[in-house]
């Protein structure tokens, strides 16, 4: 049996920068991961302002950068009138240390992380293990966990479930998933078409309403990522065909030659669980939280998750505080703010895009233009995007 202070199920974003500031601190740590190697899914690409921070505390910022870019400026377009509103995230520069979206994938982190972890004297890696099984008591937690050629024991203190949005160890806690499923799904599309020549100063980030369809355009380095919206009763196999991609981009840039590297559909869900911990088992990331990518907060918010837990382990296993005391303080601020903030938000920042789409002049997009035009909400509404104001909010919850 493997002995170890921390155990982490999932080598996502929030299960690796758990991990990696956890050895950093000097604290004995353990990565699960039940894929060969961190998976390089398209889903997250945008880092915003305060994860920027965390990556260069971290010492990551600079090897991320060189491999993304940055989006200081966002959009949202209406392709009818043509209307272009931009928000300069260099106007928060008096209080954001990286005043910019930096556009990077999220497999990009990951496999950076594992890259640190693989001779790191306080952390390590293992890949095809998956967690099947956990029992705790008073002292700690044993974990089973199924590899390639059997099953391996594991005891540790404490136990992360960091293993996505169908986390067995919440599933296993018997804890409820709350919240709802959106009747339609997403499809995203990347392709290394120059989708920017088909527009007027488009930026690497755009929300674009539109009556048929609307989409939004995100800009990584390889790729231009295209997300649009599908209906519940639209098979998947012929959302990811020919047909369909060649529909999205006649429609978007008049060209249905336009080849793609990927084609992924996605069900989208706003679910927040009822508890984020029992005892010495504790939730992160998509296993505590699902939210609809608009806005890209869903990594950012599992990131947020593993920073602020990192510290309470700290305070717990390093200068012996209370661990409820610590551990229910993580769940009240990181949950408080995943309902206030990030749920909130994105279901408002998804009707503004659907309201957009109803009619050119809709409701929503003429109260986001009043809010453009006013310089002091303006400022509120880009520390709100940025994540800037979640932070300041969770610091304030005692
Ligand atoms: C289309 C789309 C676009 C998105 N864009 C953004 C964006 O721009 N910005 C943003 O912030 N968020 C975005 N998100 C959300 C983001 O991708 C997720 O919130 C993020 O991946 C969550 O990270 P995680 O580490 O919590 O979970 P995951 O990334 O899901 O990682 C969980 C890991 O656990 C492993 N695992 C599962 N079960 C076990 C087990 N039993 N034992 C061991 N390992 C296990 C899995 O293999 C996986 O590697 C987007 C999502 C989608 C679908």
New binding site residues.
Partial sequence: MTKVSVLI???????AVAAYRLAQMGIDVIL????PQ??ED?????FHPPTLDMMQELGLLETLEAQALRAPVYQYRNRVTGEVLSLDMGEIADVARHPYRLQCE?FKLTRLIAEKLADHPHGSILFQ???THYEQDDQGVSVWVETPTGVERYRCDYLIG????NS?VRKLMGVEFSGFTYPEK?L?LSTTYPVHEAFNDLAYVAYMADPKEWCVLIRVSEFWRV?VPALETEDDKVLVGDAKKTAVFEGLVGDSEVTTSHRTV?RVHQRVANSYRQGRVIL????AHLNN?LG???????VHDAWNLSEKLQAILQDRADPDTELDRYERQRRTVMQEFVQAQTMRNKRSLEAGAEAAQGEAQAQLAAVIADPDKRRDYILNQSMIKSREREASIA
């Avoid at 699960?32 to 894929?35: A, F, N, T, Y």
């Avoid at 960091?162 to 949005?165: F, L, N, Q, R, V």
């Avoid at 992160?284 to 296993?287: C, E, R, V």
């Fill in positions: 199920a999932g080598a996502g974003p929030s299960g699960l991961e039940s894929q961190c998976p398209m889903r997250a690409s945008t999220q293990r998956r967690l960091a293993d996505g949005a067995l997403f995203t997300l996605y992160m990331g998509d296993s990518p890209g907060f869903g990594m950012n918010s599992g």
